[in-house]
Structure formats: structure tokens, C-alpha cells
């Protein structure tokens, strides 16, 4: 079965410093995985998603995440926050199961951008 | 373009009263669509996926259900609202590993 474990329910950054929000994932076959933000009482807006090719994945807002299997981990991070960037961060994992496909989400991560 | 259309944005219900939210795309035809719900704390959960007219497959045993009567319309309901129905529902839709997400519905059950 396939599942993602977000670490920190909750993360502080200064303005300016930087964001590292982390995810693991545990899978049986290569994954595609997926960032996604949400800004209060508003849906989900993809950030970035990886599925084949380069490891390193860059996304909207400065954003980018590095896939590593052998850690089995995908990484958000922003070199430098900005106060826009207080909302929540969700990871998540496309899992093909009988023909469909559908996304499995980690709890989320709260991030709060302190001025 | 696609886009994703889902409403009411709140909904204040009593407890025992029926449910319908409603869920449209436009620019797609025969897209996989999706009910999540997220409660406070608890991430997003699946409450049920469809691949077509009349397909729906239930994630969770709960008391709500899912009917997609149109090609591009999904409908998320209950016959008797429970107060652990609360909870914000997205709905989406599904592209080549990409999945567009409505506004939400909060529904706050009273």
C-alpha cells in the first residue's frame, strides 16, 4: 500500500529564511508524487509534481522538491519565504489501483511565516 | 480550457436534514472525478472516485453518497446529515498524474 507521512503538523519560519517542509512516502512501485498549497477556506493549487526524469522538480512561487528513493522522501523547499507563503502544504501520491487512479494526501503541513 | 465548478461555497445544515452538493467540469470529456473531504487535523480524505456515468467506488463506509447521472456532473449526498459530517469537500478532476481541485463547500452541521 502506498502512504505519505508529512513531518511537522505545524512550521515557523522567519520572512526571509528558508522553508523546508518535508514528506515521506512508502511505496511498491515508483511513485508519482505531488505538492500541493492551500490558502484559507479555499481549494487545492498544485505546486509542483514529479514523475519521471530529473529529480529535481521546480514549481510555482519559488518553490521547488528533490525525489530522493533512497530516502524515500520528496522535500518541499523555497530558499527564501515570503509572508504570501503562510498557507497549508499538502504532499501527496498517485496510486493505480484496479485501472483507477486516485491521489493519497498526508495530512498537511501548517506553514507560518513570521515578519 | 478546464475548468472545475463545485457549490455551494458554505452550507449550514441541521443535523437529519438531506445534502446535495454538486460538482461540474467544462473543456473534458469522460474525466475521472473525486469527493474529498478534509476535517480539521486530519488531511484529506477520499470519499469516492468515479471513471464514468453510473461508475462511483466508495473509499470509506460513511453516510454519504455519490452519484455522477451526467458525464461531466458529480454529486456528493446524504439522506439524514450526521454533526461528524462537518468538514470542507473538494471535488476534482483528474489529467495525465494531474488533479485540478474545485473552491471547496465548507459544510458546518448543526
Known amino acids: 500500500a502506498q502512504s505519505v507521512t508529512q513531518l511537522g503538523s505545524h512550521v515557523s519560519v522567519s520572512e526571509g529564511a528558508l522553508v523546508l517542509l518535508r514528506c515521506n512516502y512508502s511505496?511498491?512501485?515508483?511513485?508519482?508524487l505531488f505538492w500541493y498549497v492551500q490558502y484559507p477556506n479555499q481549494g487545492l493549487q498544485l505546486l509542483l509534481k514529479?514523475?519521471?526524469?530529473?529529480?529535481l522538480v521546480k514549481g510555482i512561487n519559488g518553490f521547488e522538491a528533490e525525489f530522493k528513493k533512497s530516502e524515500t522522501s520528496f522535500h518541499l523547499t523555497k530558499p527564501s519565504a515570503h509572508m504570501s507563503d503562510a498557507a497549508e502544504y499538502f504532499c501527496?501520491?498517485?496510486?493505480?489501483?484496479?485501472?483507477?487512479?486516485?491521489?493519497?494526501f498526508g495530512k498537511g503541513t501548517k506553514l507560518t511565516v513570521n515578519p | 480550457s478546464q475548468t472545475i465548478h463545485q457549490w455551494p461555497a458554505t452550507l449550514v445544515q441541521p443535523v437529519g436534514s438531506p445534502l446535495s452538493l454538486e460538482c461540474t467540469v467544462e473543456?473534458?470529456?469522460?474525466?475521472?472525478l473525486y469527493w474529498y473531504r478534509q476535517a480539521a487535523g486530519r488531511g484529506l480524505q477520499l470519499l469516492f472516485y468515479?471513471?464514468?456515468?453510473?461508475?462511483i467506488s466508495s473509499e470509506v463506509p460513511q453516510n454519504l453518497s455519490a452519484s455522477r447521472p451526467q458525464d461531466r456532473q458529480f454529486i456528493l449526498s446524504s439522506k439524514k446529515l450526521l454533526l461528524s459530517d462537518s468538514g470542507f469537500y473538494l471535488c476534482?478532476?483528474?489529467?495525465?498524474?494531474?488533479?485540478?481541485f474545485g473552491s471547496g463547500t465548507r459544510l458546518t452541521v448543526v
Open positions: 468515479s471513471v464514468g456515468i453510473g461508475q
Open positions: 476534482a478532476w483528474s489529467w495525465a498524474y494531474g488533479y485540478t
Open positions: 473543456g473534458t470529456s469522460n474525466p475521472n
Open positions: 501527496a501520491v498517485s496510486l493505480t489501483q484496479g485501472g483507477s487512479e486516485k491521489l493519497v
Open positions: 511505496s511498491s512501485v515508483p511513485p508519482y
Open positions: 514529479y514523475t519521471t526524469g530529473a529529480t
